[in-house]
């Protein structure tokens, strides 16, 4: 008989760190961080937070008010991101947060934002060497204390991370902080480039535009962040539809210009979980665009109206169709599969209005007439609880004037200017001249 043997398939670390961050940009791994704290601060709700319509009720509960404070510091030498949610107790910690992936017996029927528990140490390896967390707790947190480079080098199994308890505290002084120190090289540059803070903060002002003011209060640096929600006319199409227990809305209709005008950075598709904004601004394939066939046209200039929302929902975050950096969008979901096929019958309606504006002469309808067609503006969780309705185009306006193009032989059009002694007439003044002639000397019109 054959011996058999046990083949060693043990995973390296650094192999491990390495594939782990590879694919996250550093703006995701920022935003992860921050998923954790937001997740905590709408915990007390979120078993309200199971459908669109839980989402608006708890928007409409003025009693929900914001609690926790996110803070976020970035230097050439360390990063710090800190919160006064309800901290992380040890038990917890010990047996949970820090493993890399989640079983069953790990899921949290809480969580919203929190799907398939790499987020946290993904974004801490992804950012430097040396990690330190504190968290309070009502049941005693914990600290860690962790070298990356020499946690790596350990071959020791099972893989695990040295914390130690910290006593309990009332309920006001919980929190957690977390930094990181001996930066990364490429984060390190990124972070003083002089453009990160900036799309940084542009990214949790559009990720986070439904939690801010209502659950948190994110600082980046000294400055809170203002949410940006990009609205959408109450003329609208939207239709809702239920996947193996995600709940979906889809909404398309006429944005609302900034500034006097419609900009590429707010329209397009908007794309929602669990009102995280996952995908902003979408005018590419991944959302029906570019595929006249069976799809939307190709995005141009004159869609820049086009506003469209997909509000997912669902109480077991792992349904949704995002990726594992909640950055994107799983193509190959049979959820968004299905969601897709109906975000292209919904904007059909607003494109081909869209595109009837557009004839040989340009423009029919100016840009100012389009808030008329729009109506007032509502909210993307409006949107998402209505019931089914259909965009309602304006009714085309006869026009009074018609436009009369013909050719004639050049030296014709001289015969006539010099008869009517006046050879600089163009084309179109002889044209006038002779159009008039008939009208009053063979219709009988003056």
Known sequence: MAERLNADARPEKRLFISLLTRDISLVAAFLDLVDNSVNAAVEPVSDRLKTANGYQQVFDDATVQPSVNVYLKLAEASVEVRDNAGGISA?????????????????DTR???????????????????????????????FDLKLNVDRWAADTTQPWTFPITRRDPVPPEKCGTTIIVSDLNEEVSRRICDGLFVGQLREAISRTYAFYIAKFV??????????????????NRTSETL?????????????????GGAFRDRSSGWFIFCNGRTVISADKSPLTGWANPGTGLPIFQPKHRPFVGHVFFVSDDPEKLPWTTTKAGINEDSAIWQ????HMVVVGRSVISFLD???????????????RQVAQERISVLSSAVSARRSFTPPPVAQSETMRIQYDAKVSDIRKIAQYLRRPGMGGAEVGRHTFLYFLRNEVGEK
């Open 217 to 234: 209060t994110i600082y980046l640096g000294d400055q809170p962040v203002e949410p940006m929600i990009v609205d959408i006319g109450a």
């Open 338 to 341: 299905e969601a897709k096929r």
């Open 242 to 258: 239920e996947i193996d227990g995600v709940s979906c809305a889809i909404a398309a209709g006429i944005g609302d210009p900034q």
């Open 91 to 107: 038990a917890t910690a010990e047996q949970h947060v820090f493993k890399f992936g989640r079983s069953a017996e790990d899921a």
């Open 111 to 141: 969580d919203r934002l929190s799907v398939y528990g790499i987020g946290l140490k993904r974004a801490i390896f992804k950012l430097g060497r040396q990690i330190t967390i504190r968290s309070d707790h009502v049941e005693g947190g």
């Open 356 to 370: 009837g504006r557009y004839t040989d002469e340009g423009t029919e309808i100016a840009s100012a007439d389009l």
